[in-house]
């Protein structure tokens, strides 16, 4: 969007600064993806005149084009956080805002003004969501709640096999409240991080910034499934609500849905009738294939090659016993994706079948933000689409703005266009929101080295690590802007952990021997060039490692081999060759910029 002026806009409890990028409420700042934060910008500085279609278009998405249906869902959107009055619809011109506006300019705020802003950039970081201190829900005993965390339930029987339920059934919570967007919700890769042990539900919440925290005891006897579930609030350590859910196995999905249901009417929000719905829809009415189900997203969850191939037979029995559950053929869909992205099975093999079950899912169900999350990814690492990948993405976060596996692939999607701004902007959303997962804060770190701030992504790449020294991936990001700045030995460290951790995986390999290469250490990194050979010949070694290995040699003719075969693969890293700082030695050759040409990649 065009620049803006440096004023900011009251109406009601609401205040937008479009400059700070933020929308707040009574003090609580308010997520919205950036193209529907752009559109609210834009709406609330012509308050009470008409912006036609045509405005948006220019000041939203300029040079790109977007299906009407994209604006539409960023006016539906807005209707959701807002209100359905505030924006009025003008049949085929545009939109009004409708509510009173108050325009505060900057340099006029009162110094309490300056200090209220200070706080909500949290002292500097400013592109990151506040974090503010809980008050207490009995002095709002009438307001919603505006952020919670849903513990891991308990599993207390004694048969570990049924570790998937409490955990499927504590993430059906997590989703089902997810779609909220007015709620912050803790996503499940945080909220697990208090599974094993007894968590103190009050300081849970603190360490979180949560409101209010849901926990919960789920028992199993025979064909009965009971689960215990208590709201606590973290303020004052009360217990605000407190129920017991009691059914047969085969009722277990509507267990669930009860249970997201009246902890929503507990945490006193206001839901539109589509949000009832969602919240309570059952994908499916057979017992045994939600059963099936959760079993495939327990282990999907493990993130391992071997559990994701457990996932993929789950979900595949998922369907043999209902067909029609669009769940379980986006289960598929994310697992192939998974697959490809660890470099397990090639992208050929892999993503066909994941952009078929995603498919399939959305002909079951066009309201499943997982599988436009899976096509968008494929749309323009394996298609090269980039215009449908938007889409999709789009789409995704219409449907749900708070759907954890959105932002990683969303925010890869808007670097490989070069919106750096936009996509640390989404990493760090996600960040915000599940703050203790060493993946979301690896994904951060990434975002920082493709927008070539090197040192930024060290700083990021070791808190990661603070979360988890052992997260072999969070030392590739270091590495890499290491090498980027031209400090191989510094690139040691990491890179010798990197290969640890790994078991000494292709892309450690390949980054060691781009190391050895930019050195002047020749030897070493043609010994690199062989190690990936023998590795070739048991187990899938993508070309785009061998090219990486010969760019840093400085051999352009073999690199460029190298990489038409990567083309061939269609590999998925492919996306951000235009942008990656380590195939700098190659940009100013001609076949270089063919290839970011035949990729698709926009320019």
């Known amino acids: 969007m065009a620049p803006c002026s440096g004023n900011q806009y009251e109406f009601g409890d609401w205040r937008l600064d479009p400059s700070e990028r933020l ?15 752009d559109t609210l910008a834009l709406l609330v500085e012509n308050a009470g005149s008409l912006v036609s279609k045509g405005d948006f278009m220019e000041r939203v998405w300029p040079g790109v084009f977007v299906e009407d249906a994209v604006l539409t869902q960023s006016i539906s959107q807005l209707r959701k956080v807002l209100g359905e009055a505030a924006i009025e619809t003008v049949p085929k011109k545009g939109y009004r805002f409708l509510k009173p506006v108050e325009v505060v300019g900057v340099d006029g705020a009162t110094s309490g003004g300056r200090r209220y802003l200070e706080t909500l950039l949290g002292h500097g970081h400013r592109s990151v969501a506040p974090i503010l201190p809980s008050r207490p829900l009995s002095a709002r ?23 998937y339920l409490s955990d499927g059934i504590t993430e059906g919570v997590i989703n089902g409240l997810s ?42 006897r025979g064909d009965t499934v009971i689960v215990q579930a208590e709201l606590v609030d973290v303020a004052t350590g009360t217990l605000l609500w407190g129920s017991q859910f009691k059914r047969k196995v085969e009722d277990v999905f509507a267990l669930q849905d009860d249970l997201s249901k009246e902890i929503s009417e507990k945490l006193r929000l206001r ?11 059952p994908q499916t009415e057979d017992a045994e294939a939600y059963r099936l189900y959760l079993k495939g997203r327990y282990h999907w969850n493990k993130r391992n090659p071997e559990a994701m191939r457990k996932a993929i037979e789950y979900f595949h029995r998922a369907l043999d016993s209902d067909s029609g559950y669009a769940l379980a053929h986006a289960g598929l869909a994310d697992a192939y994706i998974y697959l490809s992205f660890l470099n397990v099975v090639p992208p050929r093999e892999a993503m066909p079948k994941a952009k078929s079950a995603a498919t399939k899912a959305l002909e079951m169900d066009d309201r499943l933000a997982e599988a436009n999350v899976s096509l968008g990814y494929a749309s323009f690492t394996y298609d090269g689409d980039w215009l449908a990948a938007g889409n999709h993405f789009e789409r995704a976060l219409s449907i749900n703005p708070s759907y954890s596996r959105t932002h990683p692939f969303y925010a890869l999607y808007l670097s490989s266009i070069c919106r750096h701004e936009e996509a640390l902007a989404v990493a760090r959303f996600a960040l915000d929101r599940d703050p203790a997962s060493p993946a979301v804060s690896h994904s951060l770190a990434v975002q920082l080295y493709l927008a070539r701030q090197f040192d930024q992504a060290i700083e990021q790449a070791n808190q990661t690590l603070e979360l988890d020294a052992n997260f072999a991936i969070a030392y590739a990001p270091m590495a890499e802007a290491y090498l980027s700045k031209g400090m191989c030995r510094e690139a040691l460290p990491p890179l010798e952990k990197y290969l640890a951790l790994s078991r000494r995986s292709a892309a450690s390999l390949a980054l060691l021997g781009y190391s050895h290469a930019r050195s002047g250490e020749r030897t070493q990194g043609l010994r690199i060039i062989e190690e990936l050979r023998e590795a070739s010949k048991r187990t899938f070694v993508p070309a785009f490692f061998f090219a990486l290995v010969y760019a840093g040699l400085e051999e352009k003719d073999m690199a460029f081999v190298w990489l038409e075969t990567a083309h061939e693969e269609r590999f998925n890293r492919l996306a951000y060759l235009k942008l990656e700082a380590l195939w700098d030695p190659l940009r100013s050759d001609s076949r270089f910029t063919d290839l970011v040409g035949r990729i698709g990649i926009p320019q």
């Open 271 to 281: 839901l539109t009738s589509d949000q009832v719905r969602r919240l309570t829809k």
């Open 179 to 220: 779609q909220v967007v007015t709620l912050r919700v803790i996503a499940r890769s945080t909220a697990f991080r208090y599974k094993h042990g007894e968590a103190d539900p009050q300081k849970a919440g603190n360490d979180l910034h949560v409101s209010a925290v849901v926990v919960g005891k789920l028992l199993q």
């Open 141 to 163: 005993p009438h307001e919603p709640i505006e952020s919670v965390a849903v513990l891991p339930f308990s599993n207390c029987g004694v048969d570990a096999d049924t570790e």
């Open 23 to 37: 929308l707040v409420r009574q003090g609580e700042q308010i997520a919205l993806t950036p193209k529907v934060f």
